[in-house]
């Protein structure tokens, strides 16, 4: 995985064969800590999603950012979870997909790709019928934004004034709830 300093990437990875990689809350949770453990120190996160088989985050990459420590500490970070839910689940072998993707978002200097790729993110469980309302799924950082929670994980102030969302929420929700063409979603994805 190559990623360079001060750039917007979409950072993801799924299950091994799509299998399931959070069973339970706590399972999300567990993941949660290890991100702001393994991930957050060499990133800012504007928004993540954790879906049952898969997950998603839009960061920005710090100016002294090191690739090699980076993908170092997202080894690590797969790797320990891995090894928990194999012993939960009483399980050998490989979780997840061996390489986790990092799309630089920014190629062309568009930010309105990445705002995009934000809202992508949030809408993903609604997208994939697990919930009807973006505030229905726990597991992203939509609640943070839309004033439902008070999250952490996320840098919300570098978020909204780089992508330029609303500070009222009733507009960020609409905004939010806004549809992406799927050739739009191809190009964040592949």
Known sequence: ?????????????RGNNKQTIFFNRGNYLHFLRKVRK??????????????PNHFHFLILSQENFSSEAFSEDIRIMLSSYAKGINKQEDRTGSLFRQNTKAKNILQHRNYHSVLRCFHYIHQNPVKANFVRNLED??????MDYAGLRNGSLCNKKLAMNVLGLPDQQVKFYDASYQAIDSQQIRKLYI
Request: overall charge neutral.
């Open 137 to 142: 799924w726990e597991f992203s950082s939509f």
């Open 38 to 51: 393994y991930i957050r120190p060499h990133v800012e996160i504007l928004s993540y999603c954790l879906m």
């Open 1 to 13: 995985m190559k990623i360079e300093p001060s750039k917007f990437y979409h950072l993801y990875n």
